[in-house]
């Protein structure tokens, strides 16, 4: 078919009922998905708008994904759809939106309900909305095991799709980083490093991952190198917090980096708007506030964080002590000269005040826990006690004080947790072997795991689910929930 050309037959056939109104401009990044049978070859593919012809068509160049193909490529080559068949990469509602028409699609709602709901296909995608939390695939990013993967594994969210996918790698190993959450389908990583900190580089790039795409993303670095640092996405925002700040070429002390510009967080500022797609951001990251900032109990290593109530807490992890120099963390002499003190104290930080405040504490202090926030409450588990003992007890934050929950059947430090089809779900790290028996001259075994433990509420507990264990043990993997494009 001709640039621009289509008739009425075919706009009808293709044309999409949408919740609302397609608001693509030329330039735009897009993905593509057609009503009816005859825009297959084109469905769930993406690219950005050429052209729009007489507000109701556009000319759409697309990218599909070269399979079996590393590094990624990608082919290249135009279609014609009605307006309605776009939906923006950067606009949180324009993505929700592609994601109830490929669950309605997968679940043939329409056909199914149809008899009793009738011919709206509103009514159809509203159904939909209700099985977005419940139609998400499960992403394995990255781990430490001998050396940095940049491996990605996938499951489906379908029962008859039990087993683990390759997904698109990583641009470059990376563990230990802060991970947002900025748009539906989309995970920004910043920071962390490239190898074992021993031996490897502390980084200050981040990348984003687009789920409905499978592209990679790079996005403005930050201020400086921050290794073992959190983070959150929060109204438009990317905030990342604490961190080994591994940059700074001096002999001051932390306080007196801070005092002369070496930021506790920044933010970033995700671009709604952007042409780039989800994960795309402003100019760059902006060094946050430091007036409010208790230096003592603010310069965290491995901790746990989360929005709850509106506020971002960040929870226990590792504060350096004695000789806190910050000129390089990574080198022995630093590691001989530093006493770390692992903690159970807790701050909240006001994005809208740029003020902290003080919160209960946890029970256990903990470092390199995992974490996630579950029914607007924030979740730790596991990590290392300030007896470098591997626990298994979990807490949980509701705003106003914090809650035991039963333990793991596994202590794990450095594993990762997130919230999979409604269920917490805990993945990889390690734990030592005897690390509760004395033995004279002999160092504990650590062992990483590839065991993964869900939380049941009807029963209460923790249960090892022997169905979906990962096909490696990781230890620092980092573990993602997310809507993909192809059902």
Not at 146 to 165: D, G, I, M
Not at 378 to 395: C, D, F, P, W, Y
Request: proline share 4%.
């Amino acid at each position: 078919m001709a640039q621009g050309e289509m008739d009425e037959e075919a706009l009808r056939r293709w044309a999409l009922c949408r919740l609302s109104p397609s608001r693509v401009g030329v330039g735009d990044k897009v993905v593509v998905l057609t009503g009816g049978s005859g825009g297959n070859e084109v469905d769930r593919k993406w690219g950005h708008v050429k052209e729009v012809v007489k507000k109701r068509l556009a000319v759409v160049q697309c990218k599909t994904t070269n399979h079996k193909a590393y590094p990624l490529s990608y082919t290249e080559f135009d279609c014609v759809v009605p307006l309605s068949c776009c939906f923006s990469l950067a606009h949180g509602d324009s993505r929700e939106e592609f994601i109830f028409h490929c669950i309605e699609r997968h679940y043939r709602l329409k056909e199914q309900l149809g008899e009793g709901l009738g011919d709206n296909d509103e009514i159809f995608l509203n159904v939909a909305r209700h099985l977005v939390g419940y139609c998400q695939s499960l992403l394995v990013f990255s781990g430490y095991r001998q050396k940095t993967f940049a491996n990605v594994f996938c499951r489906h969210f379908s029962t008859t799709r039990a087993y683990w996918l390759q997904a698109s790698k990583l641009p470059s190993p990376r563990i230990d980083s802060a991970v947002m959450y900025p748009l539906p389908g989309s995970v920004v990583f910043a920071g962390g490093v490239d190898d074992h900190p021993s031996v490897g580089s502390p980084l200050k790039t981040a990348v984003s991952y687009d789920s409905l795409t499978g592209e990679w993303i790079k996005l403005p670095s930050m201020n400086i190198r921050r290794h073992g640092c959190c983070g959150v996405a929060h109204r438009g925002r990317l905030y990342v917090f604490g961190g080994a700040h591994a940059e700074v070429a001096s002999t001051r002390t932390i306080t007196e980096e801070v005092e002369n510009g070496l930021p506790f967080y920044e933010y970033l500022d995700v671009c709604g708007a952007s042409d780039q797609g989800a994960g795309a951001a402003g100019p760059g990251w902006v060094q946050g506030a430091r007036e409010h900032l208790d230096i003592d109990t603010m310069d965290r290593i491995f901790a746990s964080c989360g929005v709850v109530g509106g506020k971002i807490v960040l929870a226990g992890g590792e504060i350096p002590r004695a000789s806190s120099s910050v000129r390089n963390r990574y080198t022995f002499e630093y590691r001989l000269h530093t006493v770390f003190e692992v903690v159970r104290e807790c701050e909240s930080f006001d994005p809208e005040t740029e003020e902290w405040g003080v919160i209960p504490s946890m029970a256990d202090a903990r470092v390199g826990a995992a974490y996630c926030t579950w029914n607007g409450r924030l979740v730790v588990a596991g990590g290392r006690n300030e007896h470098k003992q591997t626990l298994s007890t979990v807490e949980v934050f509701d705003g106003e004080k914090w809650t035991r929950m039963p333990d793991l059947n596994q202590g794990r430090f450095h594993a990762s947790m997130t919230v999979w089809n409604g269920v917490l779900t805990v993945i990889g790290g390690s734990f030592e072997e005897n690390q509760d028996v004395f033995s004279p001259g002999k160092v504990p075994t650590v062992v990483f795991t590839d065991k993964v433990e869900q939380f049941s509420t009807k029963e209460n507990k923790w249960v090892i689910c022997h169905k979906l264990r990962m096909p490696v043990s990781y230890h620092a993997c980092v573990a993602a929930s997310l809507n993909v494009s192809q059902f």
